[in-house]
C-alpha cells in the first residue's frame, strides 16, 4: 500500500528529471547527425568539370532557391521553439523507444544464441577465461580480507582513543582518528589491488601478461572498494568512535550494508558484467543486460527507501528535539518528513540520466554524489567543531572576573547568537556546493561575475563592521564596569560616578547601535543621506511638538553635569522628599517614607534638596519650665551628647562637638534652648532620635520639668492685693475612685485628699493664681 500511495510523487518526481535531461538529450542530437559520411569531393568536381553537368546543376540550384523561398514561412512555424508538454512527450517517447528497442535486442541476442544463429561460441575459450577470472577474484578477495584483519587491532586502538582521548577536542580527535583509518583503509584496498594484479599476471594465465578480463575487475574492484571506504567513514558498524555520523550501531551496520549492496551490484556489474558481455557474447547483449542492472537497482532502493520511511523519519524528529538551534531543529523536522522524497527523487535522476546519457552518466552522478556527501559531512562536522568549540560555556579567569564581573555572562549571552548566525552561514555554503555538484547552479561562475564578487563582498564587510562593533562595545562596557567595580583598586565609587557611568553606557549603546546601523545600510548600498536628513526632520518635529520632553532631557543632563543628586539620596524634589531609586536623563523615582513610589520628570523641578551631600545637622530645640534653671539644663544636654559620643552605634556618625545656640525663645509655657549636632550625611535623622531619647533621661534624673500646655484660671484680687481662696464644691460624685458609689470616698482616697498638691500651691511671686491641668 506504501508503495501504490508513493506511485503519483515518483511520476510527478520522473517528469521533472525528464524535464532536467531535455537540454542534454537535445545537446547530443547534432553531435550525432555530424558523425554521418564525408561529401563526395571527387563527383563534385567531376560536374563543375563538365560545361553541361555545370548547368544543369545551376539550373537545379534556382529551382530548389525558389521551392526554399516559397516554403520559408512554413519552415518558420515548424522550427518554432516547441512548447514544454511537447518537449516532454518527445523525450519520453524517445527514452521508451530506447528502452523497447534495447529489450527487442535483447531478445533477439538472447533467441541466436539459443538457435545458434549468432556464430560460433567457443565454450572451451569461455569456461578457461571464466576460471581464470574467477582465480583473480577470490585472490584478491582473500588478500582483501587478510589484509583487513591485520588492521583491525589499528582500528581499534584508534576508535578507542576517539571515544576517551585527551588533549583535543571530541570532535577533533574523531576527525583526526577517521583520517587515518580511511589512509589505512586505502592502503588495504591498494595492497589488495597490487596482489590481485601480481596475481593475474604472472599467476593467472599466460605469464607476464594482464589480461583485459582481469584489468576490468581489478579496477572496477579499485574503485568500488574505495568508495565502501567512504561510506565505512560515515556507518562505522564496529567502531564506534571512526563513525562520523551520530548514529547507533544497529543503524550504522543496517546502512552500511546495504549502501555496499547497492554500490557492488552497479559497480561490478556495469564496470565487469557488461563490458565482458559486450567483448564475449554481443554489444545489444551488454546493453540490455547494463539497463535491466540499473532498473533492478533502482527497484531495490526504492524498496528499501520505503521500507524505512517512518523509521528514519521519528530518528530524524528525534535529533531535532535535540537540538537548540530553531533553525537546525526547523530544518531537521522539514527533512524527517520529506527524505524519502529526495532520495526517490535521486534513484529516479541516476536511472534517468543512465537510460538517456549511458556514456557520461555513472561518472556524473558518482562525482555529484560523492561531492554531495563530502559537503555535507563538511557542513556537519564543522557545525559540530564549532558547537565543541565556542558552543559550550565560555570560562574567564578568576582575575579577570573580579575585574570585569559581567564580561563573561556578556560574552556567554552573545556567543548563541554568532553560534546561529555561523551555523546559517554553513547550511547556504553546502546547499550552494550541493547544488553545485549537480550542476544545477554554477558556483564558480556566479563567484566570477560582477554579482556574486559585489555580494560575497559586502557580506564580509557587514559581518567585519558588526565584529568591530561588538568588540568595541565589550570593551567600553568592560571598561565602565571595571571602573563601577569596588575590587578594581579604585575602591567604592561614589554615587554620583556610579549614575553617570550608568547614563554615558546606556548613550554608548545607542551610539553604537545607531552608527553601526548607518554603516551597514551604507555598506549594503542604502543611501543614508535622506534618512540622516529625515532623522534631523524628525528632531526638529520632536523639539518643537514634545517641549516638555526637551525640557526633561536638558533639565536632567544639567542635574546630572551639576551633581544635584545620585541614586540613593534623600532628596526633596517637586515637593516629594524620600530617596532617589532610580535616575535617568528625564525623571526621577523616589521612594516617600510611607513607601510610595513617585516619578518626577525634570521638567517640574525648579529646587532639588539634597540632605546627603558632605555632612548634615541635627537641630534640637528642648523647652524647660520658667522655674527650671537654665545652666543646668545646658549642662543635662551636654552631658547626654557625651553619653552619646560613647555610644559604639552613633559615635562614628559624629563630626564635631555639640553646639549649643542658647535660648532662642520665652516661649508661652516653656523657655526654648537650640543645639546642633553635626553628623555625616544621611545620619542625622538617627542620631536626632538618639539624642531626644538620651535628653528625656538626664531631665527626669535632674528633676528638670519639660513643660506641657496648660491653662491659668485668674479669680481676681482685692485692694491689698490679696487673692481670696477659690471656693470649690464637687456638685455630683457618681463613683469615686476605687469605684463605689455615692460619694463615700475611702480612707485611702481620704489620705490622698488630705495631701497638699504641688501644682495647687499659690505662686508666691503671683498670689491667687491656681493652675489646672488642661486635658
Known sequence: MKSLRALPLLLGWLLLALLATVAPVQAQAPQEASGS???????????????????QLIEQLRGLAEETDAAAPAAEEDTAAPSLPRQ?????????????SQFDNLIGVLTGLASGDAGRFDIAAFTSAAINLGLV?????????????LVRPLFTRLSQWSLAGNGLTPVLRLVLCVALAAAVDVLVVALAYLGGNLIATFAVGETGELSTRASLFLNAFLVIELIKAGVR?????????????????????????????????????????????????????????????????????????????????????????????????????????????????????????????????LPFVLFATLKTLAAVVAGMLISTLLTQTIGRRIRLSDEL????????????????????????????????????????????????????RGLIGKLVSVAFILVIAIAAWLGLASLIEHKLNP???????????????????????????????????????????????????LGLAIGFGAQKLVQDVITGIFIQVENAMNTGDVVTVGGITGVAERLSIRSVGIRDLNGTYHIVPFSSVDTVSNYMREFAYHVGEYGIAYRESIDEAIIALREAFDELSNDEEHRMNLVAPLEVAGVIALADSSVNIRVRIKTTPGTQWAVGRAYNRLVKLHFDAKGIEIPFPHTTLYFGVGKEGEAPPANLRVMQQAFDVDGRPGGQPSSEASSRAGEEDPRARPNPARKGDFDEDED
Not at 559520411?37 to 548547368?55: F, I, V
Not at 516532454?88 to 523497447?100: F, K, Q, V
Not at 548566525?421 to 561562475?445: H, Y
Open 37 to 55: 559520411e564525408p561529401p563526395a569531393y571527387d563527383t563534385l568536381a567531376d560536374l563543375l568539370e563538365n560545361d553541361q553537368t555545370r548547368q
Open 137 to 149: 577474484i577470490l585472490a584478491t578477495f582473500v588478500l582483501f580480507v587478510a589484509f583487513r584483519r
Open 401 to 452: 572576573r573580579r575585574k570585569l564581573p559581567m564580561l563573561e555572562p556578556r560574552l556567554n549571552a552573545y556567543v548563541p547568537n554568532a553560534l546561529r548566525v555561523l551555523r546559517t552561514v554553513i547550511l547556504i555554503a553546502v546547499i550552494l556546493l550541493v547544488l553545485n555538484a549537480w550542476s544545477a547552479f554554477d558556483l564558480a561562475g556566479w563567484y566570477a561575475s560582477e554579482t556574486g
Open 233 to 361: 567513514m560515515l556507518f562505522s558498524s564496529r567502531y564506534e568512535g571512526l563513525r562520523l555520523l551520530p548514529i547507533a550501531a544497529a543503524e550504522a551496520a543496517y546502512w552500511n550494508r546495504w549502501i555496499a549492496r547497492l554500490v557492488g551490484l552497479v559497480g561490478y556489474g556495469l564496470m565487469v558484467v557488461v563490458p565482458l558481455t559486450n567483448f564475449y557474447l554481443s554489444p545489444a547483449l551488454g546493453q540490455g543486460i547494463g539497463t535491466l542492472i540499473m532498473l533492478g537497482a533502482f527497484l531495490y532502493a526504492v524498496t528499501v527507501v520505503l521500507k524505512n520511511r517512518v523509521r528514519l523519519r521519528d530518528n530524524l524528529m528525534a535529533l531535532g528535539a535535540r537540538t537548540e538551534l530553531a533553525a537546525t531543529r526547523l530544518s531537521l523536522q522539514l527533512f524527517a518528513r520529506t527524505w524519502h522524497l529526495f532520495a526517490l527523487a535521486y534513484f529516479l535522476v541516476v536511472l534517468v540520466l543512465t537510460l538517456t546519457r549511458p556514456a557520461d552518466a
Open 487 to 537: 575590587e578594581t583598586g579604585t575602591g567604592e565609587p561614589s554615587a554620583r560616578a556610579k549614575t553617570l557611568l550608568t547614563l554615558f553606557r546606556n548613550a554608548l549603546a545607542i551610539a553604537v547601535l545607531t552608527i553601526t546601523a548607518m554603516i551597514v545600510l551604507a555598506e549594503i548600498g542604502i543611501n543614508i543621506g535622506p534618512l540622516i536628513a529625515g532623522a534631523g526632520v
Open 88 to 100: 516532454l512527450a518527445e523525450l519520453t517517447s524517445r527514452i521508451a523507444g530506447d528502452i523497447g
